[in-house]
């Protein structure tokens, strides 16, 4: 249980909700910033323009999972106002209080460190990504069907990467029927793709690798799709880039040469965002309780 927590949760979409749904739950007391355009109403939270929030007693931050933008805006789908989180805000915190937000940038990254408080980003965690690449897949899955007028079953897919996504998205569409090659550069990855009962290919062979694909994925956040390899691609190749902005893609010579190629970011929000709400929530829970339980047990 978070009896006693004060926590600030500042901003965000729908996933936003779950969590505020589930730390509630904890009997936790929440300040919900940027969320007075939102009808339902949870017992143990309280809506608060910025400009009210007693930041002093605040025992976590919370944002929305893109944290801050580069000039402090937080993302407030559930509001007008304008939300600008500064460090002045953060340094009247007590010491102990921990930022919470999905990924960070420079500006999240410098008003924490001026204000000498901890950040935690929950999407450099594994567990997170893990869980985070279920909803991800589905996503790809919609895409490759919406975007094309041939099935996924007895198609070639070319999966770029085995990191945590890569390989959830790897192992989905074989297990739907495809023909799936995975690139990566690392020979245990080329090993495990082998175990996984896929293609695997190098990296450096990517050129030559291509020239049958019908689905391209890429999760590797680098310019790896090329112009030199989307030169090799057949013309109905479709390009689906799951890597972060700006994907890994060359945009604008797959226009040229007419290949669809589209960015896919923030799939999780899109497709499944109660259960990537849910994601968070669950792990914020445990860190929350186990932020709690330190502190217990050095007042004791
Ligand atoms: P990850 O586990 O770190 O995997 C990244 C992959 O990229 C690994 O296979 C890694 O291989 C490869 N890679 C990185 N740098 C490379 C380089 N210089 N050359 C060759 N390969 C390289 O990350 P993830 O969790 O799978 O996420 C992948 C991307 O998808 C990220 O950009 C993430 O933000 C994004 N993402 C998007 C969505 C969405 O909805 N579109 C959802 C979740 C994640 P090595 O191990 O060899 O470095």
Same mark, same amino acid.
């Given at each position: 249980m978070l009896t006693g927590m004060q926590i600030a949760v500042i901003g965000g979409d729908a996933? /936003?909700?779950?969590?505020?749904?589930?730390? !509630?739950? *904890?009997?936790?007391? *929440?300040?919900?910033? $940027?969320?007075? /355009? *939102?009808?339902?109403?949870? !017992? $143990?939270? &309280?809506?608060?323009?910025?400009d009210e929030v007693d930041f002093s007693n605040m025992d976590a931050v919370i944002l929305p999972v893109p944290g801050t933008n580069l000039e402090g805006y937080v993302e407030t789908i559930f509001s007008n106002e304008k939300v600008i989180l500064t460090a002045e805000m953060l340094k009247k915190t007590p010491d102990h209080c921990t930022v919470y937000s $999905?990924?960070?940038?420079?500006y999240l990254? $410098?008003?924490?460190?001026?204000a000498n408080r901890q950040l935690v980003q929950l999407f450099e965690r594994d567990d997170v990504a893990i869980y985070n690449s279920i909803p991800t897949v589905e996503g790809t899955i919609m895409m490759a069907i919406q975007h094309t007028d041939f099935t996924i079953h007895g198609s070639n897919i070319a999966v770029l990467g085995l990191g945590r996504c890569g390989m959830s998205v790897a192992r989905t569409f074989h297990a739907l029927g495809a023909k799936v090659k995975v690139g990566a550069r690392k020979s245990e990855h080329l090993a495990r793709i082998t175990e996984m009962g896929l293609t695997p290919f190098h990296l450096n062979d990517l050129?030559?690798?291509?020239?049958? !694909?019908? #689905?391209? #994925?890429? !999760?590797?956040?680098? /310019?790896? &799709?090329?112009?030199? &390899?989307?030169?090799?691609l057949p013309a109905h190749t479709l390009i689906i880039d799951l890597a972060s902005k700006p994907g890994g893609t060359d945009f604008r010579y797959a226009e040229k040469r007419g290949i669809k190629a589209l960015l896919a970011p923030g799939l999780p929000g899109i497709v499944a965002p109660k259960t990537a709400g849910q994601i968070l929530a669950n792990v914020l829970a445990q860190l929350l309780q186990d932020d709690l339980s330190k502190r217990k047990g050095k007042i004791k």
């Open positions: 996933r /936003q909700l779950e969590i505020i749904r589930k730390l !509630t739950e *904890l009997d936790a007391r *929440l300040s919900l910033i $940027g969320f007075e /355009q *939102l009808d339902h109403a949870f !017992t $143990g939270a &309280v809506k608060e323009k910025l $999905g990924i960070s940038n420079n990254n $410098g008003i924490t460190k001026e050129g030559k690798e291509v020239k049958d !694909t019908d #689905i391209l #994925i890429n !999760t590797i956040p680098l /310019q790896i &799709v090329s112009a030199s &390899v989307i030169s090799k």
